[in-house]
């Protein structure tokens, strides 16, 4: 696989918009992002948590992505979503990654900076190419991508600070930060994400030379405060809740109407993640810059 991914998000930033990175974690999720990816010309991230990293099998996704990378002329990139160790981060690296993400933010400032620093040296070492994502400040939610009953409290404190980002950055090396300013994981029933859009834009000023800066929880976000995100700034938009939501729906339709044979109930699903991809591509205004 294309091991220089840093040059996606360098020409993201320079053409103003963001890449989409669709969590999957089923090769039929994969295939239908690609097809979509495909048509509509825009560069994708293909994002595994753990969990979904686990689940597909490491090289497995390596290998799907690499298909994919032929079938369509794209190149494939292939993130690992929310790493929380060394370890994790060195079987992603082994298995053929070309994107990693290191997550830190819950561990005290200090202990964050020194694992995310490590992280990007062994990613270095296997490709000077390789992007790597830290994390600073807490994202609002349990860190679950699914629909949460609870209210979900948005703390001052956890959102990410300007001047820590620039120290944070310059000390670790990151190419890539994902940012706390009120957005969260999850879709809550309760609480509605408000983007702190003034925090964003001094992060952007600060840091605009130095990475690029990421929005987790892209799903329940509006549309209107999305395109905002991405005029000002925000060069990644992870979505996974909305994905899932997307296939699963479809899924227990096809299997509540009857349908036995799985090519018959899995297209439903596939379809259903076709169009919540490309509604997201169009928002992220990724589509033909390839
Ligand atoms: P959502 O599930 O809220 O879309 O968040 C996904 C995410 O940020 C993955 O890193």
Redesign the pocket.
Known sequence: MNLNTKQFFKKAEDGGYAIP?L?VSSADQMKAVAKVALELKSPFIF?T?EGEGKFLGLRQAIALAEVYEKETGIASILNA??TKSLEKVREYLDAGYNSI?IDGSLLPYEENLEITKKAVDMARKVNENISVEGELGQ?G?PGS??ILTEAVEIKEENLTSPKQALEFVEATGIDRL?VSIGN????SNITKPKLDFERLSELHEILKEKCVLVL?????IPDDDIKKAVELGIRKI???????LAFAGALKKALEAGETTPYKFIAPAQDATQKTTQEKIEICGSKNKI
Request: proline share 0%; no cysteine.
């Open positions: 990175q969590n994002g948590s979503d929310h993400h994202i939610g991508s699914k994902g969260m994981h999850g879709i987790h929880g892209g799903s329940g992870n979505i996974n809740t909305e994905l899932r």
